[in-house]
């Protein structure tokens, strides 16, 4: 039998409405912390849409593995992974960009609410994948942002892509926008070392750091290169309904 003791009832009205958002309403400002109670129930419907959006993604980035694992016997994805921001974090970057604390708004001016990041073999397949993918008449491309090509100045080296897919619900059919990230398996290495060390000194990375860090992600690059020419001599350039 377990012993442990009952959850502590929210003993005020903000306490129960904090509860639901996932927050602790009560170090903010007491404006902000009932918009933000208020916002609470809306957002579990919103996050609703949004995870749903992020599975049609998954389904279509799984549909493309097996497809080519078992008809062409070479899958040049190696992973999919999903996120969707929390309720906190929206509220930190709606701050930032200095949005009203409104759904509605967010829904419209934040397109990344939900992500996913495709790992590829290779550079090439990172654009392979993406073009498959938008090629889809249910998806609408948005924006694209190619990092592979023209790198950022710290050395993070990404596609990333935009796009909206529809959620069918009892209700009918809406569109949602989701973010998704192109990268190599290397690529994906040195932006998880990145984000670790900025998060390490809180943004605010030592030069000399920071100047290794573009040194690694040539050496990301290098390898990227050398391991694609490898797998071309041994076995090809991969399918030719790649091309």
Same mark, same amino acid.
């Given at each position: 039998?377990?012993? /442990?003791?009952?959850?502590?009832?929210?003993?005020?009205?903000?306490?129960?409405?904090?509860?639901?958002?996932?927050?602790?309403?009560?170090?903010?400002?007491?404006?902000?912390?009932?918009? #933000?109670?208020?916002?609470?129930?809306?957002?579990?419907?919103?996050?609703? =849409?949004?995870?749903?959006?992020?599975?049609?993604?998954?389904?279509?980035?799984?549909?493309?593995?097996?497809?080519? #694992?078992?008809?062409?016997?070479?899958?040049?994805? =190696?992973?999919?992974?999903?996120?969707?921001?929390?309720?906190?974090?929206? &509220?930190?970057?709606?701050?930032?960009?200095?949005?009203?604390?409104?759904?509605? &708004?967010?829904?419209?001016?934040?397109?990344?609410?939900?992500?996913?990041?495709?790992?590829?073999?290779?550079?090439?397949?990172?654009?392979?994948?993406?073009?498959?993918?938008? =090629?889809?008449?249910?998806?609408?491309?948005?924006?694209?942002?190619?990092?592979?090509?023209?790198?950022?100045?710290?050395?993070? /080296?990404?596609?990333?892509?935009?796009?909206?897919?529809?959620?069918?619900?009892?209700?009918?059919?809406?569109?949602?926008?989701?973010?998704?990230?192109?990268?190599?398996?290397?690529?994906?290495?040195?932006?998880?070392?990145?984000?670790?060390?900025?998060?390490?000194?809180?943004? =605010?990375?030592?030069?000399?750091?920071?100047?290794?860090?573009?040194?690694?992600?040539?050496?990301?690059?290098?390898?990227?290169?050398?391991?694609?020419?490898?797998?071309?001599? &041994?076995?090809? /350039?991969?399918?030719? #309904?790649?091309?």
């Amino acid at each position: 039998m377990d012993d /442990s003791p009952e959850p502590t009832a929210p003993s005020t009205d903000l306490e129960r409405l904090g509860a639901g958002t996932g927050m602790d309403l009560s170090t903010m400002p007491p404006d902000l912390a009932r918009r #933000l109670a208020t916002i609470g129930a809306d957002y579990r419907q919103l996050s609703l =849409e949004y995870e749903f959006a992020l599975r049609e993604v998954e389904t279509k980035m799984h549909i493309l593995q097996d497809e080519f #694992l078992h008809l062409h016997d070479y899958n040049p994805i =190696e992973h999919v992974s999903t996120r969707l921001k929390t309720l906190d974090s929206l &509220v930190a970057k709606a701050n930032r960009r200095e949005l009203p604390m409104d759904l509605d &708004v967010w829904r419209r001016e934040i397109l990344d609410i939900a992500g996913t990041r495709v790992t590829c073999s290779f550079r090439r397949d990172a654009y392979r994948v993406f073009d498959l993918f938008t =090629e889809r008449q249910d998806v609408e491309v948005i924006s694209v942002k190619d990092y592979i090509a023209q790198p950022k100045a710290n050395g993070y /080296s990404s596609l990333h892509a935009t796009v909206r897919v529809p959620v069918y619900l009892s209700t009918g059919v809406i569109l949602i926008p989701v973010e998704i990230q192109f990268r190599t398996i290397a690529m994906d290495f040195w932006a998880s070392l990145d984000h670790k060390i900025k998060y390490k000194y809180d943004g =605010e990375v030592p030069a000399e750091v920071a100047d290794e860090l573009q040194e690694a992600a040539q050496a990301a690059d290098d390898l990227d290169r050398r391991m694609e020419n490898l797998h071309d001599r &041994v076995h090809g /350039s991969g399918p030719t #309904l790649f091309v």
